[in-house]
């Protein structure tokens, strides 16, 4: 799947394993992923067999989710897709705005592998015939596709100095990894949906801090809507990253959206990420989440993304400033009504809080 800041890939374990628990004492049917992002968990609890709602703000979010989470393998399956992505790969490639920003003006992808991205994407709608989860499918292959010969160190606030060995390589598209069943992608914003949904479980991941995921995937936002935005910096990045912020990155607004948010949530569980990088501490967390009930805090060590692991450059490749930290310490909150579920997850070792 696609490189992601914040992906949960390595702690879906963790993560899973907390809610298959919780699935043991109190059965749930069905979860909401309020900030479903790369789409990763929302895919995870619907493999688990939950009926999930994945909601985003970001229209390239909507596409993972529509693809990981809504779409139906057995409506949608190999057979059918194998053969559009074949014909997709042998379109001749195209130089228009997308290689001439993404690939020469700036160099997130080599041209080569450019050129062919923007052939596949001009024929991606005629492709789907107004299908609009087809639509989703053949965007997240392509996403995928050129995730995989980007250089970038896996955010695209910038790139690399040097093209990355990987983006020599050939843009391939595959089969996305659907599950058979049903689910639902929503866009919207969180706070402005969250009192309209219900579900046994809700999953939120916030942003933690500053940083904008428009800002740091905009080259998706844009492959997905493919509407030659007016772009800044070197980075050519969309404009609307300068004006569209979440009062999540704000460190003077965040404590009121958390606690709007929590407030208007209807569930019987609450699973929440966090980390130490994030405007809140673990207290300031427990506090806002002890009107739930009973609450249990969970922490593990985890490696920071590769580009905070190398290091700070300038536009000459020269190293500049020192890395602080290369690991953070992930946080998984547990909020819930259920008396037993405090009771088991304590029993194994996991600190209880005020309820």
């Given at each position: 799947?696609?490189?992601y800041?914040?992906?949960?890939r390595a702690?879906?374990?963790?993560?899973t394993?907390?809610?298959?628990?919780?699935?043991?004492?109190?059965?749930?049917?069905?979860a909401?992923?309020?900030?479903?992002?790369?789409?990763?968990?929302?895919?995870?609890?619907?493999k688990?067999?939950?009926f999930?709602?994945?909601?985003?703000?970001?229209?390239?979010?909507?596409v993972?989710a529509?693809?990981?989470?809504?779409?139906?393998?057995v409506?949608?399956p190999?057979?059918?897709i194998?053969?559009?992505l074949?014909?997709?790969?042998r379109?001749?490639g195209?130089?228009?705005?997308?290689t001439?920003?993404?690939?020469?003006?700036?160099?997130?992808i080599?041209?080569?592998?450019g050129t062919?991205i923007?052939?596949?994407?001009?024929?991606?709608?005629?492709?789907?015939?107004g299908?609009?989860?087809l639509?989703?499918?053949?965007?997240?292959?392509?996403?995928?596709?050129?995730?995989?010969?980007?250089?970038?160190?896996g955010?695209?606030?910038?790139?690399?100095?040097?093209?990355?060995?990987?983006?020599?390589?050939?843009?391939?598209?595959?089969?996305?990894?659907?599950?058979?069943?049903?689910?639902?992608?929503?866009?919207?914003?969180?706070?402005?949906?969250a009192?309209?949904l219900q579900?046994d479980?809700?999953y939120?991941?916030?942003?933690?801090?500053?940083?904008s995921?428009?800002?740091?995937?905009?080259?998706?936002?844009?492959?997905?809507?493919?509407?030659?935005?007016?772009?800044y910096?070197?980075?050519?990045?969309?404009?609307?990253?300068?004006?569209?912020?979440?009062?999540?990155?704000?460190?003077?607004?965040?404590?009121?959206?958390m606690?709007?948010?929590?407030?208007?949530?209807?569930?019987?569980?609450?699973?929440m990420?966090?980390?130490?990088?994030?405007f809140?501490?673990?207290?300031?967390?427990?506090?806002m989440?002890?009107?739930?009930?009973?609450v249990?805090?969970?922490?593990?060590?985890?490696?920071r993304y590769?580009?905070?692991r190398?290091?700070?450059?300038n536009?000459?490749?020269?190293?500049?400033?020192r890395?602080?930290h290369?690991?953070n310490?992930?946080?998984l909150?547990?909020a819930?009504?259920?008396?037993?579920?405090?009771q088991?997850?304590?029993?194994?070792?996991?600190?209880?809080?005020?309820?």
């Amino acid at each position: 799947m696609v490189k992601y800041i914040g992906s949960k890939r390595a702690l879906l374990p963790w993560i899973t394993g907390v809610v298959e628990q919780i699935n043991a004492i109190n059965p749930l049917r069905d979860a909401v992923d309020l900030f479903s992002g790369s789409a990763r968990v929302g895919h995870a609890l619907k493999k688990l067999g939950l009926f999930v709602t994945s909601n985003d703000l970001h229209t390239y979010a909507l596409v993972l989710a529509q693809t990981l989470v809504q779409a139906d393998r057995v409506q949608y399956p190999p057979e059918r897709i194998q053969p559009m992505l074949e014909r997709l790969l042998r379109l001749r490639g195209k130089t228009g705005w997308f290689t001439r920003t993404y690939c020469q003006e700036s160099r997130f992808i080599q041209p080569h592998n450019g050129t062919r991205i923007e052939a596949i994407r001009a024929r991606i709608e005629p492709e789907a015939a107004g299908d609009e989860i087809l639509r989703a499918i053949l965007l997240f292959s392509l996403i995928i596709a050129a995730d995989k010969v980007d250089s970038t160190t896996g955010i695209q606030m910038a790139y690399l100095k040097r093209w990355a060995p990987r983006s020599y390589g050939e843009l391939r598209l595959e089969y996305p990894p659907l599950l058979p069943g049903q689910g639902t992608a929503l866009q919207a914003d969180a706070l402005e949906v969250a009192s309209g949904l219900q579900a046994d479980l809700f999953y939120l991941d916030p942003p933690y801090n500053q940083h904008s995921y428009l800002g740091n995937y905009h080259l998706w936002e844009t492959l997905v809507r493919w509407d030659n935005p007016q772009t800044y910096g070197v980075a050519r990045k969309r404009t609307e990253v300068q004006s569209r912020k979440s009062p999540f990155n704000s460190r003077r607004e965040a404590r009121g959206a958390m606690e709007k948010l929590l407030g208007s949530l209807q569930a019987k569980h609450l699973v929440m990420s966090f980390n130490n990088e994030g405007f809140f501490s673990t207290k300031e967390i427990e506090s806002m989440l002890k009107e739930w009930g009973y609450v249990v805090r969970m922490s593990q060590t985890h490696r920071r993304y590769v580009g905070a692991r190398i290091g700070i450059y300038n536009p000459q490749g020269q190293k500049v400033g020192r890395v602080s930290h290369t690991e953070n310490q992930e946080y998984l909150f547990v909020a819930t009504h259920c008396k037993k579920v405090y009771q088991v997850l304590r029993s194994r070792g996991m600190r209880r809080l005020a309820s």
